[in-house]
């Protein structure tokens, strides 16, 4: 059972952080004017203003898309914002946050019988390598997986059909990290499909071709910088849009993929790429501090030389061979040692670390 709400009315303009208290608020824009509703699933939302009360407003009638019913009150609270928030019985269904200056988006929590244990997780660039190897530990560990990928769909595919065949909930979506509007769309899809973010990792990431600086296009620097830090930028932007309780989320977990790069500065090979990893290092500081009460964890986890398809990419199939007796552990990682990682990070196990890049280099 899945309520996926989208407000097909009209756009109800309360600035964030306006200081209007409830009543103030609820005479600016009353909540019956609201009107929210999907028209594929026929689920949909409707209020009644009870007129009798100025604490519970209005009265509320949810029709789900299995044709359950909730009928509940919506009660406005005194604070800064003056948002109402919605209860059932005892159970608060959702809380601030109903009257968006957005359209579409009420607070994209599961509704209670929708599954509501199962965490959920975004990986960028998850069809393959690394990101795939995450998928699959985060799958067996219970969340629901959405992968995403950019060309290789048939990967994509394969990965999704494996993880359900195990009993794992997935799905696939394309979109490039370093297109906007591929990745407002790709966060779309996911709030369409789960209706909650718990855990995001911006994993997608390329190399290019060997060559020095004095030899690099301006065209390989931006589309470097464009793929790995504007597309990380971008979808820790709309991963933090759903998760921050300032924008009535409930908190989660996110995790960036740096690279021992970004120390070693890969003279001679890519110092484009370790530029563009020393940025993920930052933003990962920088965000970790930023929503660090906001119910958000942000870490990094920085791999050396991983056995993945990117070596060849970058026209270096022969890569981890060549290197793998110049680390102190005399091998390559695995991309599941990376994963595990990650997967720690996104834990509860791992409640006290933010802003933390944890190197998973085999002591490089
Ligand atoms: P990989 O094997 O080359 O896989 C790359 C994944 O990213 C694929 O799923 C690919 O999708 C996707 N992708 C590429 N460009 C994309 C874009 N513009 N938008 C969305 N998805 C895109 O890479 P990997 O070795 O697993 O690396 C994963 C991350 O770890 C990267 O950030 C990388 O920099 C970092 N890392 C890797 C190593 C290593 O040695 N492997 C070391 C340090 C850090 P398609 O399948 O559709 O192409």
Redesign the pocket.
């Known amino acids: 059972m899945k309520a996926r709400w989208l407000s097909t009315a009209r756009p109800v303009a309360l600035a964030a952080g306006a200081a209007l208290v409830a009543a103030d608020a609820q005479a600016a824009c009353p909540i019956q004017l609201a009107a929210y509703g999907e028209a594929k699933s026929g689920a949909e939302i409707d209020f009644s203003p009870t007129g009798t009360s100025a604490t519970i407003a209005n009265t509320f009638r949810m029709i789900l898309d299995n044709n359950t019913v909730l009928d509940g009150i919506a009660m406005w609270t005194e604070g800064s914002a003056g948002r109402p928030h919605g209860s059932r019985n005892v159970s608060r269904l959702w809380s601030g946050g109903l009257l968006k200056s957005t359209v579409g988006r009420l607070c994209p929590e599961r509704l209670p019988g929708m599954n509501a244990d199962k965490k959920t997780l975004l990986v960028?660039?998850?069809?393959?390598?690394?990101?795939?190897?995450i998928c699959r530990q985060a799958s067996r560990a219970g969340y629901g997986v959405a992968i995403?990928?950019?060309?290789?769909?048939a990967?994509?595919e394969a990965l999704v059909a494996e993880l359900e065949a195990a009993g794992g909930e997935a799905f696939a979506v394309?979109?490039?990290?370093?297109?906007e509007a591929?990745v407002v769309a790709m966060f779309e899809a996911v709030d369409r499909a789960f209706g909650r973010l718990d855990a995001f990792v911006?994993?997608?990431?390329?190399?290019d071709v060997k060559a020095r600086v004095d030899e690099m296009s301006a065209e390989r620097i931006e589309r470097m910088m464009r793929?790995?830090v504007v597309?990380s930028f971008l979808c820790a932007r709309e991963a933090v849009k759903r998760m921050s309780t300032r924008h009535c989320g409930k908190g989660g977990a996110i995790v960036n993929?740096?690279?021992?790069?970004a120390r070693l500065g890969s003279p001679g090979e890519y110092v484009d790429?370790a530029a563009s990893?020393g940025a993920?290092d930052t933003l990962t500081v920088g965000l970790a501090r930023e929503v660090a009460l906001e119910g958000i964890r942000v870490n990094a986890v920085?791999?050396?030389?991983?056995?993945?398809?990117?070596?060849a990419?970058g026209g270096q199939p022969e890569?981890?061979a060549r290197m793998q007796d110049l680390l102190p552990l005399k091998r390559?990682?695995t991309?599941d040692e990376?994963a595990s990682a990650v997967l720690y990070l996104l834990s509860d196990a791992a409640s006290y670390i933010t802003g933390a890049i944890l190197n998973v280099?085999g002591g490089r």
């Open positions: 960028t660039g998850g069809s393959r390598g690394i990101g795939a190897a995403n990928y950019v060309s290789n769909r990967a994509a394309r979109g490039d990290v370093g297109n591929d911006n994993n997608a990431g390329i190399v793929i790995n597309g993929l740096s690279s021992a790069a790429y990893k993920i920085s791999p050396g030389i991983t056995e993945t398809d990117i070596h990419s890569r981890v390559a990682g991309a990376v280099s």
